[in-house]
């Protein structure tokens, strides 16, 4: 990251949108159990105020994180198409034996489900960052040292 503004995929840019609408009505609801200052019953009750106290303040946090990162990206304006940064979609073949060739998208955080995230921090992410098309990269994997090299770098076809 270049501890400037950074851009965000659209990938990344709905699922953290789809986190902050989940986070918000989860805030609503928790915040709909408070008492507001009334006078509470026994320890056990003041404990389940105080813990949805806690959990209001942990919300907040994360809303007011996402809406930043929203901002800053919108201050990026769009991902580059010059050289592999946080937002871009990059096309890349591996060195495998089949030669797989794949595009992933470069985030801050990747979905469990969306194997096109790839986050910035990760091995490949990290080796990819910077770098142009036709650069080679080499990352360690749990299997080990692995390659690929870039094809395209944005939306448009690869020609393949």
């Known amino acids: 990251m270049t501890g400037g503004p950074e851009p965000i995929s659209d990938a ?3 699922a953290l949108e ?4 989940d986070l918000r009505a989860e805030r609503e609801t928790v915040a709909a159990t408070l008492r507001g200052g009334e006078r509470v019953g026994d320890r056990a ?7 949805r106290g806690t959990e209001l303040d ?10 930043g990162r929203l901002r800053e990206a919108a201050v990026a304006g769009p991902p580059r198409t010059d050289k592999v940064g946080v937002g871009s979609t990059v ?13 992933v998208q470069i985030g801050e955080v990747a979905e469990a489900l969306d194997r096109t995230l ?5 091995p490949l992410g ?35």
């Open 126 to 160: 990290r080796a990819l960052l910077g770098r142009r098309v036709g650069d080679t990269v080499n990352y360690e994997t749990p299997e080990g040292r692995s390659t690929a090299v870039v094809l395209s770098l944005g939306d448009e076809d690869n020609g393949s």
């Open 58 to 67: 942990r919300l907040d946090t994360r809303i007011a994180e996402i809406n």
């Open 45 to 51: 009750d003041e404990a389940d105020e105080l813990q």
């Open 18 to 21: 789809r986190e902050l609408a």
């Open 91 to 103: 096309t890349v073949r591996f060195a495998d034996a089949d030669a797989t060739e794949t595009t």
């Open 12 to 14: 990344a840019r709905e």
């Open 118 to 122: 790839v986050t910035a921090d990760s």
